[in-house]
């Protein structure tokens, strides 16, 4: 199995542009989870899928981002405008269920300036 | 308080040293606990499962303590590819409408000296 994929890996953008992250997760994982990691708050879960279903999104940190799950092989999370604090590293991860270890992505380095 | 603190280190240690990692949760309700291992500009990766009897897996040994609601990572004989970051994970159990809660630390980061 190829893993959690993202894309891109790296993402430079400027301050008001539009940016949306791709994730496909291990097939037949039912779960799909958003993070996002700074140095300054660490690891936070922004929103999660069961079965394509958003499930809790009070991570979500603002109207400015948004996150679909259009089928089971496909998620993405969008943020429009994008501003310089949104800079972070942004991971999807995929599992069976919540009590069965979470299988991240490489992350996708977004930097806003 | 935090949810989930750990000591964000970083701890530098000689190769074959033992070193633990201690990280205290605020929820008493939570149920189940991890240890991610992180390297650097990498993906978090599970490292082991935290049982309440305790667990072990090779070098590596996690306790429990519900009661004073803290969670513990033992690695013995370090070795150089252990320097990473540990991050200590907290499933803080229903939220709103079934919802779960799983929380990180910000991790601890071990450094191994040759």
């Known amino acids: 199995d190829a893993g959690v994929i993202q894309s891109p890996r790296h993402e430079v953008t400027e301050m008001g542009q539009e940016v949306t992250l791709r994730c496909k997760p291990i097939s037949g994982h039912d779960y799909l989870f958003w993070y996002r990691q700074t140095m300054m708050r660490g690891l936070e879960l922004l929103i999660y899928f069961n079965n394509n279903v958003p499930i809790d999104d009070s991570g979500m940190p603002e109207d400015r981002f948004s996150a679909k799950m259009p089928n089971a092989s496909f998620s993405t999370l969008k943020i429009q405008p994008s501003e310089p604090r949104d800079s972070a590293v942004y991971f999807c991860a995929s599992s069976f269920d919540t009590e069965y270890e979470q299988y991240f992505g490489p992350g996708t380095r977004l930097t806003v300036t | 308080r935090k949810e989930v603190e750990q000591d964000p280190g970083p701890f530098n240690v000689p190769e074959g040293a033992t070193v633990a990692f201690n990280c205290t949760y605020s929820?008493?309700?939570?149920?189940?606990f991890f240890w991610y291992r992180q390297d650097c500009r990498k993906e978090p990766k599970l490292l082991m499962s935290v049982y309440s009897s305790g667990n072990e897996d090779g070098r590596f040994t996690a306790q429990l303590n519900r009661a004073s609601q803290y969670i513990s990572l033992l690695i013995r004989d370090s070795k150089l590819s252990d320097s990473a970051t540990y991050l200590c994970v907290v499933n803080m159990g229903a939220g709103r409408a079934g919802s779960y809660q799983l929380t990180f630390g910000k991790g601890t980061k071990l450094s191994v000296i040759p």
């Open positions: 929820n008493s309700a939570s149920q189940s």
